[in-house]
């Protein structure tokens, strides 16, 4: 597919976007792991990053916090790239609730629990 630009639509810095840049780098991604409560060090590799991240975080619902929030930032894009959307964290939150809240209705007591109180203190 060809795109008039290749590069981030979620920031104004005139960054080439790549997955890196998309899910980490990019000032927009930032404040959605900001606001997460996640926190990553760009000074390890990338595995222990995350590990590191996880660690940190101290929820068992780390990875799908993680995988959502990643998807929920992927949503955005596509929606000011297809869509003709506008730079939104509020769009990229009700994304990312929406999609939490889907997975509690496919997960044990345990964890349903869980998410419902991590979506709560947000």
């Not at 104004?12 to 927009?28: A, D, K, M």
């Not at 792991?33 to 760009?42: Q, T």
């Not at 949503?75 to 964290?89: L, T």
């Amino acid at each position: 597919m060809h795109l008039d630009s290749y590069h981030c639509v979620q920031c104004v810095e005139g960054v080439q976007e790549t997955s890196w840049h998309l899910s980490f780098e990019c000032p927009f991604s930032q404040a959605c792991w900001l606001f997460l409560g996640i926190n990553w060090n760009f000074h390890m590799e990338s595995l222990h990053m995350i590990t590191q991240a996880r660690l940190d975080f101290g929820n068992v619902i780390f990875r799908k916090v993680f995988i959502l929030a990643c998807w929920s930032i992927w949503c955005h894009r596509n929606n000011i790239i297809f869509y003709n959307g506008e730079r939104s964290f509020a769009f990229w939150r009700r994304i990312f609730e929406k999609e939490m809240k889907l997975v509690t209705l496919r997960v044990n007591l345990v964890f349903r629990d869980k998410i419902s109180s991590f979506l709560s203190s947000l």
